[in-house]
């Protein structure tokens, strides 16, 4: 058979394949069913119950597969719950190595697994890859967990470097990457030696805030099929409706991402100007400006700033009136947040100390909004903040 011509990115992403359509329909349709009845008592079809699977699941399943370029994807209903389906790959005793800085909710689910299931998570600064390599076992480390970009503080990881360590040290060991900010457009980890990629579906690859959901991509057949088994026998597979709503939301990811990231890298260059702290991989002063043009195509459109001072920087968020302030990122509209009292609180705060995260600092997620506006807006904010002075 001839092989199917593959276009780039933003063709392939838009273009979701449903040849077996009944009707040729244009929009994948919604099977909300939960049975799927038999023709007869012993002759099953491809469907009997959705928490096993789901037509309108298997076509979003097949096309994240086809974008993540994985073997196999699933989705289920949350990014947290993609987390809980990967770490039960983990058996008490074993070992998951981590950053020191990632998102609060994850940092909550690996402590979790500490105190009830004896999984301890060794928290390492994934900025130097050969960080890793004292707490690399050969028997114990089943599980390396990467954020790159880091939330809140954009830290980069040098996945295709440390997924090498992994694999040549700890042929059981499974790289993971939690690849949320810079979704599949523009970071690629399962081409740069990662065994599993996995995304908050929450964010940006449904664009809308108007659904949660998780997707996991994996280039092993074997490992596919024992996260699908952990899936169907704990039932946190995607509905039929918000499958329905993730595939739609996923074909504008491209020109989403393109316009977002324009307007990142303007906000970044203005905070900038005006003498912030700025945690933005486009920015040329970012430490690893090079490593992440290395190991992804763009900067993405979250990045966060200090102020210096708790107070200004609750001032400004308060102030911002067309950025929400709300957690999350990967939204059309802009946010505004202080992740150590919104996303991050979950993270106690002496630990939040111990891993230098700033009580000030503030996080933008730059929408689709005209730039100017934005830009106008955030102005005011710290003017009235007292965070600028923009006559000086
Ligand atoms: C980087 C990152 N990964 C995973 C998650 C979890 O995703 P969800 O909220 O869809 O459970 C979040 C945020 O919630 C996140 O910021
Ligand atoms: N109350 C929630 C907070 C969710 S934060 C969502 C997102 N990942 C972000 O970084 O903003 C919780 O406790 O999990």
């Given at each position: 058979?001839?092989?199917?011509?593959?276009?780039?990115?933003?063709?392939?992403?838009?273009?979701?394949?449903?040849?077996?359509?009944?009707?040729?329909?244009?929009?994948?349709?919604?099977?909300?069913?939960?049975?799927?009845?038999?023709?007869?008592?012993?002759?099953?079809?491809?469907?009997?119950?959705?928490?096993?699977?789901?037509?309108?699941?298997?076509?979003?399943?097949?096309?994240?597969?086809?974008?993540?370029?994985?073997?196999?994807?699933?989705?289920?209903?949350?990014?947290?719950?993609?987390?809980?389906?990967?770490?039960?790959?983990?058996?008490?005793?074993?070992?998951?190595?981590?950053?020191?800085?990632?998102?609060?909710?994850?940092?909550?689910?690996?402590?979790?697994?500490?105190?009830?299931?004896?999984i301890k998570t060794h928290?390492?600064?994934?900025?130097?890859?050969?960080?890793?390599?004292?707490?690399?076992?050969?028997?114990?480390?089943?599980?390396?967990?990467?954020?790159?970009?880091?939330?809140?503080?954009?830290?980069?990881?040098?996945?295709?470097?440390?997924?090498?360590?992994?694999?040549?040290?700890?042929?059981?060991?499974?790289?993971?990457?939690?690849?949320?900010?810079?979704?599949?457009?523009?970071?690629?980890?399962?081409?740069?030696?990662?065994?599993?990629?996995?995304?908050?579906?929450?964010?940006?690859?449904?664009?809308?805030?108007?659904?949660?959901?998780?997707?996991?991509?994996?280039?092993?057949?074997?490992?596919?099929?024992?996260?699908?088994?952990?899936?169907?026998?704990?039932?946190?597979?995607?509905?039929?409706?918000?499958?329905?709503?993730?595939?739609?939301?996923?074909?504008?990811?491209?020109?989403?991402?393109?316009?977002q990231q324009a307007s990142?890298?303007?906000?970044?260059?203005?905070?900038?100007?005006?003498?912030?702290?700025?945690?933005?991989?486009?920015?040329?002063?970012?430490?690893?400006?090079?490593?992440?043009?290395?190991?992804?195509?763009?900067?993405?459109?979250?990045?966060?700033?200090?102020?210096?001072?708790?107070?200004?920087?609750?001032?400004?968020?308060?102030?911002?009136?067309?950025?929400?302030?709300?957690?999350?990122?990967?939204?059309?509209?802009?946010?505004?947040?202080?992740?150590?009292?919104?996303?991050?609180?979950?993270?106690?705060?002496?630990?939040?100390?111990?891993?230098?995260?700033?009580?000030?600092?503030?996080?933008?997620?730059?929408?689709?909004?005209?730039?100017?506006?934005?830009?106008?807006?955030?102005?005011?904010?710290?003017?009235?903040?007292?965070?600028?002075?923009?006559?000086?």
């Amino acid at each position: 058979m001839a092989e199917q011509k593959r276009y780039r990115f933003a063709t392939e992403v838009v273009t979701v394949d449903n040849p077996d359509d009944p009707h040729n329909a244009a929009s994948v349709p919604i099977y909300q069913s939960a049975t799927f009845k038999q023709k007869s008592a012993t002759a099953g079809g491809e469907y009997d119950y959705s928490r096993s699977g789901n037509p309108t699941r298997t076509h979003l399943e097949n096309h994240l597969a086809k974008v993540m370029g994985a073997k196999r994807a699933l989705a289920v209903t949350s990014g947290m719950g993609a987390l809980d389906v990967i770490t039960r790959l983990v058996r008490a005793g074993e070992e998951i190595i981590a950053g020191d800085d990632l998102y609060g909710g994850t940092n909550r689910l690996l402590s979790f697994l500490n105190k009830s299931q004896n999984i301890k998570t060794h928290h390492i600064d994934t900025t130097r890859a050969d960080a890793i390599l004292p707490y690399l076992d050969p028997v114990k480390t089943r599980l390396v967990l990467l954020e790159t970009p880091t939330n809140p503080l954009i830290k980069i990881a040098d996945i295709p470097t440390i997924a090498q360590y992994v694999h040549d040290k700890c042929p059981n060991a499974l790289v993971v990457v939690d690849n949320t900010m810079m979704s599949p457009y523009l970071q690629r980890p399962l081409e740069m030696g990662a065994d599993i990629s996995y995304h908050s579906g929450t964010k940006y690859l449904s664009g809308h805030h108007d659904l949660m959901a998780g997707v996991i991509g994996t280039r092993s057949d074997d490992v596919g099929d024992q996260l699908y088994y952990v899936i169907n026998a704990t039932g946190c597979g995607l509905g039929p409706f918000d499958s329905w709503l993730l595939l739609r939301g996923i074909k504008t990811l491209a020109v989403r991402m393109d316009k977002q990231q324009a307007s990142a890298i303007r906000v970044c260059d203005f905070l900038e100007r005006h003498g912030f702290k700025v945690h933005y991989p486009g920015s040329r002063k970012h430490p690893q400006y090079e490593l992440h043009k290395r190991i992804a195509s763009g900067p993405g459109a979250v990045l966060s700033f200090e102020t210096g001072d708790v107070g200004i920087s609750e001032r400004i968020v308060e102030a911002a009136k067309l950025w929400s302030i709300s957690v999350s990122f990967g939204c059309v509209n802009s946010l505004i947040s202080m992740p150590c009292r919104m996303s991050h609180a979950s993270i106690p705060a002496h630990i939040r100390a111990e891993r230098a995260l700033p009580e000030d600092l503030i996080r933008l997620c730059i929408g689709i909004e005209d730039v100017e506006d934005l830009l106008d807006d955030l102005r005011d904010a710290l003017q009235a903040a007292g965070a600028i002075d923009v006559k000086a």
